[in-house]
């Protein structure tokens, strides 16, 4: 077996290529990949090659130097495998023939994913309004994208690469392309801890943008290097020194700003230059960490600290996972000496980040998703152990797998809404207005229903019409605290418009029973009652008996006192008489739902002889008439009948025995959708040999309804009683 791989790795190193740039990839990959990895590159190098033949770049060079310079990038990095294969292959699918599913059958899922994965953030780019706003949010939703880091790594390469290669296009494309850098990846770069590419990126972005001040700045560091070079290395020499004393290892660098975080700095804190570039800097990079906080003793000792610019990132890692001691040191004549002193480790994870995590863990991994995951437990590890900055510890939990989610509207700009959200919360966030006449939705121009969870990079567009309206339901899936206040706000209205039409008509028909009407009732008496009862007006009245806080009795005995006085004794004689029976029921159209319920214990639905109980606060119960606790029941009564414009669905509950055996329910299912009955739920209830029983809830329009649905169901095979529950 090894003699085969040795065997095929001498193939490989004879097989030169008359690409330069493949030369190269290859050269830095064997350095640290096995002779399997390698094939792999070279396999993905040959599909991209044939993929974007005849293609050229700007400056007239092959297309495929591109895709394996970005390679190249990750391969610095020592980034896996699949990474590098992934980004030779990172334009295959946005700018050849070849698709998602070549790659896929080619080179596996994983590869496939993250190629998918970095063409899904061009389209997205081109989607986002030119918003400087927006840019911030678009770097969280690339974040909260991606599965794989390795999508955000290829893709921070490929704009490297573009960048250093920015040189041939028009100066307003330049101009565009360095400001988006600046905005949206050197921010990632920053979460990401990957400060090497990030300095590199501002750099490139700074001349473009400035070329002017670029020029200003490198001309002076260049005219102070002398000087700055001579003082720096008398100091260096005499730390060295000391630490030779100490037999400490150590390599001492001097640091050297870059034109743009001078820039920055002057910028920031209003500096001139000088002031800026007085500043020098020195690293010391050491082998273990005790030695480090060694080194930080031993400088102290040779030259005065300032005061309160001490910084233990060690004990206390910055929240990206940066980790070393800062001190500040005056030097001779007073000037400050920054210095900053960590391990070697330490020293490449500042420069290159989360990718620093990939170069010791490559051959045998899982997932990049673990890697990621296992990166952020290290840093989170290395908190606890040192310090209790759990706050902290949040802050680059969300920063790297934020708990939002991020939308686009159809305008292109980005909306940032909690993990979970609905297409209901999106309309909400959008306007309250959006949200209450909210019908129907569509996700990147497809129909969905609006109680779907929504993922970043999503375009939602929300279709209102004027009758739209919320409903309960929607309370069972909304995540925002908007969206279920202006629900749970409306129904409030409802339910109060519902429950004051309902209490009119109960103490219209209470007066009634007094032989007057509301309309009759002169205002003094009603004003008597309002202020005994401590209400505001005549609507609140009829909102607190609809909704059974006041016994309608009582209020209508109240206010039409007299009148009844003088008729009652009339009123048994004239029915008796007569013969005249008094339409006296309340009718019930089936549209107060939020302040009649129906029993759960019988179920009444239109046809039926019913009853109301007051639920006080709440409306009232529909119950049937036969219900037994209608008679167990010592609130008040309300009577009330099913008006002729009675509407809608009712759930009512029907027993089905049959002869125990298979399909019965399927026929019985079978028939009860054929008449366009609602199966709500289904209870096999109980045996009692020979028959099974089940309980099937439906929703049916009504008495008559519900017969033919029964008569149907007696004529199937097997069936031997049907039969409607009764409470
Ligand atoms: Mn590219």
């Given amino acids: 077996m090894a003699e085969t791989s040795n065997l095929k790795e001498t193939n490989l190193n004879q097989q030169s290529s008359s690409n330069p740039a493949l030369n190269n990839l290859l050269k830095k990959s064997k350095l640290y990949l096995n002779t399997n990895q390698i094939i792999l590159i070279r396999e993905a190098y040959t599909f991209s090659n044939a993929s974007h033949k005849g293609q050229l770049r700007k400056s007239g060079e092959p297309y495929i130097n591109h895709p394996l310079s970005v390679a190249s990038i990750l391969a610095d990095m020592k980034m896996d495998a699949v990474c590098i294969a992934a980004a030779i292959l990172h334009d295959v699918v946005e700018d050849t023939e070849a698709g998602k599913e070549d790659i896929e059958k080619r080179f596996g899922l994983e590869i496939s994913k ?24 678009f770097s969280k939703m690339l974040l909260a994208m991606s599965d794989d880091l390795r999508v955000i790594l290829v893709k921070l390469a490929d704009r490297l690469h573009n960048m250093r290669t920015l040189d041939c296009l028009s100066k307003e494309k330049k101009l565009r392309i360095a400001k988006e850098t600046l905005e949206i990846y050197v921010p990632i770069a920053l979460r990401l801890g990957m400060n090497k590419l990030r300095l590199e990126l501002e750099e490139i972005s700074f001349r473009t943008i400035n070329p002017l001040r670029y020029k200003i700045i490198v001309k002076a560091v260049e005219n ?8 720096l290395s008398g100091i260096k020499e005499k730390i060295n020194d000391r630490l030779g004393d100490l037999s400490i290892d150590a390599d001492i660098y001097t640091r050297q700003k870059n034109p743009y975080s001078i820039y920055k700095k002057m910028k920031k804190k209003k500096l001139s230059f000088n002031a800026v570039f007085d500043i020098y800097g020195l690293r010391v990079v050491a082998g273990k960490i005790d030695e ?5 003793g031993a400088s102290h000792n040779l030259f005065k600290p300032v005061p309160g610019k001490f910084k233990d990132y060690i004990a206390i890692p910055k929240s990206n996972g940066y980790q070393a001691l800062h001190t500040v040191l005056f030097g001779p004549n007073a000037i400050p000496i920054e210095v900053q002193i960590r391990t070697k480790e330490m020293d490449q994870f500042a420069e290159s980040g989360i990718a620093s995590h990939w170069q010791y863990k490559t051959g045998g991994h899982s997932s990049a998703q673990a890697y990621a995951r296992d990166w952020l437990q290290n840093i989170i590890e290395m908190k606890q152990n040192t310090s209790n900055s759990i706050d902290l510890l949040e802050n680059m939990k969300i920063d790297l797998f934020p708990d939002e989610i991020y939308i686009f509207t159809p305008k292109g700009e980005i909306k940032e809404l909690p993990y979970g959200s609905s297409v209901i919360d999106y309309a909400y966030s959008v306007h309250s207005d959006v949200g209450n006449k909210c019908t129907a939705a569509k996700i990147n121009d497809i129909d969905v229903p609006l109680s779907t969870t929504l993922s970043s990079g999503q375009t939602v567009q929300i279709i209102t019409t004027p009758l739209g309206k919320p409903t309960p339901s929607w309370l069972e899936f909304v995540v925002t605290v908007k969206a279920r206040t202006n ?10 418009q519902q429950a004051s039409d309902l209490g009119l008509r109960i103490l219209d028909k209470a007066l009634h029973d007094y032989d007057t009407s509301f309309t009759e009732t002169p205002y003094a008496n009603i004003r008597r009652l309002l202020d005994e009862y ?63 319920k129906y029993a759960r214990c019988c179920r009444p639905i239109p046809g039926d002889n019913i009853v109301g109980l007051t639920s006080s606060g709440n409306g009232f119960v529909v119950h049937r008439s036969v219900c037994r606790n209608i008679k167990k029941s010592k609130s008040k009564k309300l009577f009330i009948e099913w008006s002729n414009e009675v509407s809608g669905e009712y759930q009512t509950q029907i027993r089905v025995y049959s002869e125990k055996q298979r399909g019965v329910l399927a026929n019985v299912a079978g028939v009860i959708s054929r008449l366009s009955c609602n199966i709500e739920n289904v209870k096999f209830d109980e045996v009692q040999n020979p028959y099974a029983s089940f309980v099937f809830t439906i929703e049916v329009r009504n008495r008559k309804h519900l017969a033919d649905l029964i008569k149907e169901l007696k004529k199937l095979k097997n069936i031997n009683k049907v039969m409607r529950t009764v409470g």
Avoid at 129 to 137: C, K, V, Y
Avoid at 292 to 296: A, L, Q, S, V
């Fill in 292 to 296: 480090c906080y060694r080194i930080f």
């Fill in 534 to 596: 401590n209400l505001k007006d005549e609507e609140t009245l009829f909102v607190e008996i609809g909704l059974g806080n006041i016994v309608p009795h009582l209020a209508a005995q109240n206010i039409a006192i007299k009148k009844s006085f003088v008729k009652q004794k009339y009123r048994d004689l004239v029915s008796k008489v007569l013969g005249e029976s008094r339409k006296d029921n309340i009718a019930i159209k089936g549209s107060e739902g939020l302040v009649l």
């Fill in 224 to 231: 102070h290097r002398g000087n700055k070079t001579k003082f």
């Fill in 487 to 496: 629900i749970k706000s409306y129904l409030r209205n409802l339910q109060r």
């Fill in 114 to 137: 993250i190629v998918d994965g970095v063409s899904k953030i061009d389209k997205n780019i081109k989607f986002l309004s030119r918003n400087e706003a927006q840019a911030e949010n």
